[in-house]
């Protein structure tokens, strides 16, 4: 029971203990009143009979004194009169039975009134005439004692109800401190910062006001810290000191991520060896300017061509990796890239074109970063070798269908439905149960078994991924694969899923018509978060209203504060792949463990992903993780 209402109760009980206690009073004080009244005015009448039966009863007229009794009946409350002649013991008795009009008949039968008698001799000098019997009625007193009752109830009512509709308003207004308090305790309980609250002007509720602000404020300022911890080991880790760029660590742990999921794009590694001329020419500290303001104009440019990662991986060599693009985008970012180097270069007093090199290599089907890596460094000996600005990698795997055919087939599939779903679980590190599936999507093209490494890439550059995401859940639902799975299920959403508010519109439609909401979870990628937190938040509030649950894909890849997991709120972070292959003699350790105590800060669920063998398990045994998922336990079918 809440405060008010154990406040609101004691007052409401005072206050029927005061109004029963009045009514008692008040009930016993009439009684008490109407009885002496009712034994007064028998004792007067009594007198005034006596005396005016003197004259009938010394001349023995009998119907004078039947008259004198009748008119006493007539004016009041009496039950009987009985007369005795003491000359000849004869006695007269006259009855009247008063009906009580107005009072219910369970009152009458309370009995609250005792029967009243009066007795008297009715004397003539010193000769007694007779003896006077009179029996009082009860009615009055039940009359009267009914009548007053039921105005003091309506009176104390009135009063009771307005009494109470004060107390609520009243208390209502005092507790307000007491509410704020409680909504201040909760946000602070589900790890939410807010404002401080105002400090009421109630003496008593001033101190604890007061200590919830400071205690506030002391958590916003470890979780504020534990933000601040994350940056700095990410700049002292996985940044380059003088260009600014991410390092060779980032850059590897990041390609081994990107190769993991159904991505395009390619992998570029430039050598400029016009720098150590810079250096040779200025010394270190124009070249450590040089290089800075290089990268600054790298990212300049080169971001407005396509989404990549700049890093600096050595003295003098650069890798760019281009994370969604086909080969005209990435031949256009190619020449972007030549064309920066070379103003810089003229700024710097080199000759431009001249003593850098540039290897290319496209991602094509499956591949690992050894491969990727090869080509690219391959390529970048080649230019080197013969002496030319770039080479492009000749891959000679061919793609599957061309722009267009994709078009066509995934438009076709998503409309006729055509995807196979594999599942992997998300074993929890505590207990041999599961925490969660997550599923995985094929595309039937015929007799073939398209993988989603093969067609995700183009869902994004065909702008068909609010469509396939719609696709995707209604077959969920169809295949009743909620029902099929005792644990949640968890979806990838596209990142035009995130910002398209027609697919908020129908995913608000789903969830709130469907039964088994609560074991729906979706991926939001931590890119999208960065990229877009207004639409991120419009559809994070949408799933957690229909009382679904999502989490936060490939967190810890991005550069940023963490501080928009208290603005979201998931329920679940899954740590990005690099962190499965970054080397405990690194430190990466240090950010893992300050990434993870960011969240567990704020009571979410860390799964770590990427596992493939016990090894790299064993590792985050001490970080104290929730969950993991890798193919140490490969996805399977749903079939199976």
Not at 11 to 27: K, N, R, T
Request: aromatic share 10%.
């Amino acid at each position: 029971m809440t405060l008010f209402r154990q406040i609101y109760s004691l007052l409401f009980g005072l206050f029927l203990l005061v109004v029963a206690s009045l009514g008692y009073v008040q009930f016993t004080e009439t009684q008490s009143f109407l009885t002496k009244q009712m034994e007064s005015d028998l004792n007067n009448t009594s007198n005034s009979l006596g005396i005016m039966l003197v004259p009938d009863l010394e001349a023995g007229d009998i119907v004078g004194a039947e008259t004198l009794i009748n008119v006493i009946f007539e004016g009041g409350y009496y039950q009987q009169v009985k007369l005795t002649w003491l000359v000849d013991g004869k006695q007269q008795v006259w009855e009247n039975s008063v009906k009580i009009e107005g009072v219910p008949q369970w009152f009458i039968d309370l009995d609250l009134f005792e029967t009243i008698k009066k007795e008297s001799t009715i004397t003539s000098g010193w000769i007694q005439l007779a003896r006077l019997e009179i029996t009082a009625h009860p009615g009055f007193g039940y009359h009267e004692l009914w009548r007053t009752m039921s105005n003091a109830i309506i009176v104390f009512s009135l009063l009771f109800l307005i009494a109470i509709i004060f107390a609520r308003v009243g208390l209502t207004w005092i507790l307000k401190p007491l509410h704020s308090i409680a909504e201040h305790a909760r946000e602070i309980s589900q790890r939410k910062f807010g404002p401080d609250m105002p400090v009421p002007k109630t003496t008593e509720l001033k101190s604890v006001v007061v200590a919830f602000n400071s205690m506030s404020d002391q958590l916003k300022l470890i979780f504020n810290s534990l933000d601040e911890e994350v940056g700095e080991l990410r700049k002292k880790n996985l940044v380059d000191q003088v260009s600014g760029l991410p390092n060779r660590q980032y850059m590897m742990g990041h390609l081994s991520s990107w190769l993991n999921e159904p991505k395009s794009g390619a992998l570029v590694m430039a050598k400029l060896d016009w720098l150590e001329e810079v250096h040779s020419k200025y010394g270190y500290q124009v070249r450590d300017e040089t290089i800075r303001l290089l990268s600054e104009k790298l990212k300049e440019h080169l971001d407005e061509v396509s989404t990549s990662i700049v890093a600096r991986i050595a003295a003098y060599e650069f890798a760019f990796l281009i994370t969604s693009s086909e080969h005209d985008q990435t031949s256009k970012y190619l020449q972007t890239l030549i064309r920066t180097i070379n103003q810089e270069m003229s700024k710097a007093g080199c000759k431009p074109n001249e003593h850098f090199a540039i290897g290319v290599a496209e991602r094509l089907g499956q591949m690992t970063v050894s491969d990727i890596l090869a080509q690219a460094d391959n390529a970048l000996q080649k230019a080197i070798k013969e002496d030319k600005i770039f080479h492009w990698f000749e891959n000679t795997e061919k793609q599957l269908f061309t722009r267009e055919q994709w078009r066509e087939h995934l438009s076709s599939a998503i409309k006729g439905r055509r995807f196979k779903f594999k599942w992997q679980p998300v074993q929890l590190n505590d207990s041999d149960n599961l925490l969660q599936r997550e599923l995985y999507c094929q595309l039937e093209l015929g007799d073939k078994m398209v993988h989603a490494g093969q067609f995700m890439p183009y869902v994004e550059l065909l702008s068909l991924g609010a469509l396939l995401d719609k696709c995707l859940i209604e077959k969920v639902h169809e295949e009743q694969l909620l029902s099929r799975s005792l644990e949640p299920i968890a979806i990838n959403l596209t990142f035009q899923s995130l910002s398209d508010p027609k697919f908020h519109e129908w995913l608000n439609q789903f969830l709130s018509s469907s039964e088994l909401s609560e074991r729906i979870c979706f991926d939001i990628p931590e890119a999208g978060v960065y990229s877009d937190p207004d639409s991120c938040q419009a559809i994070c509030t949408i799933i957690r209203d229909n009382g679904a649950h999502f989490g936060i894909d490939h967190f810890g890849r991005q550069f940023g504060s963490m501080s928009y997991l208290q603005t979201l709120r998931p329920s679940y972070v899954k740590l990005d792949q690099s962190f499965a292959y970054y080397d405990e003699s690194e430190h990466s350790s240090e950010l893992c463990r300050a990434l993870i105590n960011v969240a567990r800060g704020l009571d979410i669920k860390i799964i770590v992903t990427g596992i493939e063998e016990i090894a790299q398990l064993d590792r985050f045994t001490p970080l104290k993780t929730n969950a993991y998922m890798g193919y140490i336990s490969p996805p399977v079918d749903v079939e199976d």
